[in-house]
């Protein structure tokens, strides 16, 4: 960064524009595990870029992967036209995906996954002759991108009170699982709150099944801190779901690729959802993409009518972008060849008993974990809620470790190629920082 560079005009999201531009934290380069900030200092990275770059970053054969298809064939239409990266993708994706997810429809973020999941779920009642199944049920605490959509089944408060009168019509919520009086300090799933799960009968109750097109659910909550789902929670889900007609979603666009220590949350947890959400880890953010993996059931549905008629009106212009297809073909190969998600499984233990010698740290009021994703909570300071988080980040970052707040809460999800010592380094210099601030 110069120091005559201007900073003014570029609005940056979810940030403090104003404190940033005058405490401006930049980054020049990055590779593998570490950034390199525009000062020179080396940062390690413990959360992924952000939950992205799971194979560390600028892995060769994805910057190769890219070079090589930018030179070639920049961009094509996905409407009525393709390109054979994003067909060989298409299939890869669906193979490594559990169960009948035979299909796979591409957008750029997961905020536009999870709308066109949530549209897709809408249309496919409306094609079997169940039109009247509208309503869409998301978790309070839920993070499901920005999009009107993603909003409206999302539980994060912030980012729905200015639009509250605008936000979809027809949605309830699930009571979220947090709860530290029962579940503080759980390893792994918590034992407390599967019952969470029935509220969902009652929501039924309310409505009548007959008018409820899908839930939709982070199988682990992240943006709101890292919340793991209670034992047998997600599977009372299912079967609520399943005995009323109603499809389930999996918004996995944190939770897939490794991050739980398998490829999806849905294989960890071991239960099937109709629609999943991928962005991400798909590939390893180095160009946007995100996914929606679909049932061939729900596919085939579609499936009708003349067949040269359009039967799903829903894409984006860059749906299936060639450099974007390049980047996922070649993360995929990555956690194939280097064996990522079993890395991810093996290293989980280590890491949780790091992240747990936390305990005991001061203002610390709850650790928990799954696979390679961790939070640790802080007491929020009396009037200045997320500010302690925010000062022990600054701290970490001056440091040397980049964290992420979420309000008083520290999330970790490092990539997972990180090594022993360096999961040392995250958890003491995060211990370090909680004992410098008040
Ligand atoms: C579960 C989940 N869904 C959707 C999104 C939105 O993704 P994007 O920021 O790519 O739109 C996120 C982002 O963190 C997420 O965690």
Redesign the pocket.
Known sequence: MSATQNLEPYWMPFTGNRYFKSHPMMMAAAEGMYYTTTAGQKILDGISG??CCNVGHCHPKIVTAIQTQAASLDYVTAFQMGHPGVFELAEKLTEMAPGNLDYAFFAN??????DTALKIALAYHRIRGEGQRTRLIGREKG????GFG?ISVGGMSPNRKMYANTLLPGVDHLPHTHNLSENAYSRGQPEWGAHLADELENIIALHDASTIAAVIV?PVA??AGVLVPPRDYLQRLRKICDQHGILLIF????TAFGRTGASFGAETFGVQPDLI?V??GLTNGAV?M?AVLVDTDIYAAFMTGPEQAVEFFHGYTYSGHPLAAAAALASIDIYREEGLFERASEMAPVFENAVHSLKGAPNVVDIRNIGMMAAIELEPRAEAPALRALDAFRRCFDAGVLVRTTGDTIALTPPLIIDEPQIDQIVTTIGQALRSID
């Open positions: 952000l939950w973020s997961g905020s536009e996954a999870v993070y499901h991108g920005v993603g982070e992240g943006s918004d996995e666009v944190i959400t962005a991400k946007p995100g």
